[in-house]
């Protein structure tokens, strides 16, 4: 029971860690090499935010342009993010240039969001979702709490030491643990042994 009880603290514990990361991040992992850079290009429609991050073993230097080449966001370091919300639509670059002398590994995520009706759609959805899990974990939780107490008020009686201890009361004229019709003044069952008064 103790086993069973830690395999479903061990399932619920990793839905709810699975729910908290179920996202739309996925990171993109990159090597760039020394002196070059790294440029990520996408098309925006406006009103949209751009919502860029990064980390990185070696410093870069970033920057976010619009098509008319100004620079809307600059940044530099092994780490970094931010927001931009575009007034017209357009193409927009990222670019992330190594001044080091070696390559510089990089993990970034890049993703547009709309800040209309539908990202408030999906927000309401995630805190939906969360609240669910949370309260089918206050379920479980509930349920394996009853079970345990009811088993173990159930197993009491067998634990009885002494007189009395380990009878099977009788069903009617059977035994009560094999069904096979008993005479009444027996102590035990005649098939199965089990102790009947
Ligand atoms: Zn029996």
Same mark, same amino acid.
């Given at each position: ?25 996925? &990171?993109? #992992? &990159? ?15 406006? %009103? ?6 990064? *980390?990185? %073993? ?7 342009? #619009?098509?008319?080449? *100004? ?15 575009? %007034? ?9 240039? =190594?001044?080091? &002398? ?11 969001? =709309? ?5 408030? #759609?999906?927000?309401? %959805? ?46 009617? =004229? =059977? ?7 008993? #005479? ?9 042994? &089990?102790?009947?008064?």
């Amino acid at each position: 029971m103790r086993r069973i009880i830690a395999s479903l603290m061990l399932l619920m514990l990793t839905l709810a860690t699975a729910g908290l990361c179920a996202g739309p991040v996925a &990171a993109t #992992d &990159a090597l760039i090499p020394a002196g070059l850079q790294l440029t990520v290009t996408m098309t925006v429609s406006a %009103d949209s935010t751009i919502s860029y991050s990064w *980390n990185s %073993d070696g410093a870069l230097q970033f920057v976010l342009r #619009d098509q008319a080449m *100004n620079n809307l966001r600059t940044g530099s370091g092994t780490i970094g993010s931010g927001l931009y919300t575009v %007034d017209n639509g357009g193409v927009y670059t990222l670019v992330w240039t =190594n001044l080091n &002398a070696g390559p510089v590994e990089i993990e970034y995520d890049v993703e547009v969001i =709309n800040l209309g009706a539908g990202f408030f #759609d999906e927000l309401g %959805d995630a805190i939906i979702l969360g609240m669910l899990i949370v309260l089918a974990v206050i379920v479980i939780i509930v349920v394996v709490v009853v079970l345990v107490v009811v088993r173990g008020k159930k197993k009491e009686p067998q634990a009885m030491t002494g007189p009395g201890a380990g009878i099977v009361p009788p069903m009617g =004229n =059977n035994c009560g643990v094999c069904g096979t019709p008993i #005479d009444h003044s027996m102590a035990f069952c005649a098939k199965c042994g &089990a102790k009947l008064r």
